[in-house]
């Protein structure tokens, strides 16, 4: 605790040791800053005005906001268990550990730091949030995907949400052992993945969709090339040397530079891709999407957010039609076409997540799409067999393999 220091300490504190350490700051090393600090604190209150307990706390305090990049959310970044931080305004932090959500003891000292810390994280990759532009996503130097909302929007503002992501990139085999998927489910999606399926992976909010997205696209041949679009760059992907990655840009403060995801698929088109990666879809660009699986561009990756298989079909339905003027029928040809697999993935009640069903878009018939259903959670593999039997390579695969692995 800090209980006999103000707020106005805080922060006077802080001034008067970036003068103390000037620009020499950031050469120098954790454990200097941190002798300089003390030497500070402790001298200043030499009288006793304040315990051994409030200093060291003070200390700490100052440190964080002096030298770590996420001020006092700095120790929830660095702890690997937790992977997700919510900060609801200043006085109320929450973090997800292991699956369960808990309130933190800490709070930001005022509003003001708290969105001085949201601007520097706009601000390292370039991007401004104020109350013109009061909502940014952002991501941190680990990679680390952020949301901010600026407090003219949201009333118990300002609001700051990290995802965090595993330093050590999971693979299908974490996927087995963490239960994710079977090893029949596993060896199956690699099947798909080396044979040029276009899989669509859906799922609800933090249901695991950008981690199997990364999963999926580390089974992509090593040969091949890739172009990555994302909104904030996430995806982790290593074993490619001849890999092409872009990232959206929202508009300055005089509302030009904004390039959109629309934008980047129709610019990939013209880089000569053997697959396209799509983060997330959630607009128009499902056009652009749809059209470029329909231009021989097999084996391309996306997700987007639905509840099930069907609702994710309504929702690129309704996406599409942002887009573009089409009969509904000509919209549902062009996804079942586009589309050749929806991975469905879902987060269950003790905070795991799983793959809880895959379906195949067969055909349209009498105006709606037909799923066959390849795989649910309480069932195993159906036995269905894949109809594109075209896009298995030749004499790769028996049927009596593709149906019993």
Not at 93 to 118: H, M, N, R, W, Y
């Amino acid at each position: 605790m800090m209980s006999f220091y103000t707020k106005r300490d805080v922060h006077e504190y802080i001034s008067e040791i970036r003068l103390l350490l000037s620009e020499s700051v950031e050469e120098m090393t954790d454990a200097k800053a941190m002798e300089i600090i003390e030497s500070y604190v402790f001298t200043r209150n030499k009288a006793g005005a304040c315990s051994h307990n409030e200093n060291s706390a003070m200390v700490e305090r100052l440190f964080l906001s002096l030298r770590k990049e996420m001020d006092i959310l700095q120790p929830y970044i660095d702890d690997k268990s937790i992977s997700e931080i919510m900060v609801n305004g200043k006085n109320n932090i929450f973090v997800e550990k292991s699956g369960q959500i808990q309130q933190v003891p800490l709070a930001f000292d005022s509003t003001e730091d708290l969105e001085e810390l949201i601007r520097r994280i706009a601000g390292r990759v370039h991007r401004e949030i104020n109350e013109l532009n009061p909502i940014v996503d952002a991501r941190l130097s680990d990679g680390s995907r952020v949301n901010a909302v600026y407090k003219n929007v949201a009333l118990n503002g300002p609001i700051l949400t990290i995802r965090k992501f595993p330093d050590r990139v999971l693979s299908m085999k974490d996927f087995i052992i963490n239960e994710t998927v079977t090893l029949e489910t596993a060896n199956f999606l690699k099947v798909l993945v080396k044979c040029g399926y276009n899989c669509f992976v859906s799922g609800g909010t933090s249901s695991g969709k950008t981690t199997m997205l990364n999963v999926l696209a580390q089974l992509i041949p090593s040969h091949e090339r890739v172009i990555v679009i994302e909104d904030s760059a996430e995806l982790q992907i290593k074993q490619i040397d001849n890999i092409v990655r872009m990232e959206c840009r929202s508009a300055n403060v005089t509302g030009k530079g904004a390039v959109s995801m629309s934008q980047l698929v129709k610019a990939s088109l013209r880089m000569r891709p053997d697959r396209i990666i799509i983060g997330e879809v959630r607009g128009g660009e499902v056009f652009d999407m749809v059209n470029a699986m329909n231009t021989g561009h097999s084996g391309s990756l996306s997700t987007g957010h639905a509840n099930s298989i069907s609702g994710m079909l309504k929702r690129l339905e309704a996406m599409f039609m942002q887009a573009v003027d089409f009969p509904v029928e000509a919209i549902r040809a062009q996804i079942c076409e586009g589309i050749d697999i929806i991975i469905h993935m879902c987060r269950m009640k003790d905070g795991s997540r799983k793959v809880i069903e895959i379906a195949e878009l067969d055909r349209v018939q009498d105006g709606e799409i037909i799923t066959n259903t390849l795989y649910e959670l309480n069932s195993g593999l159906t036995g269905n067999k894949l109809i594109h039997r075209d896009k298995l390579e030749n004499g790769e695969y028996s049927d009596t393999e593709l149906l019993n692995i």
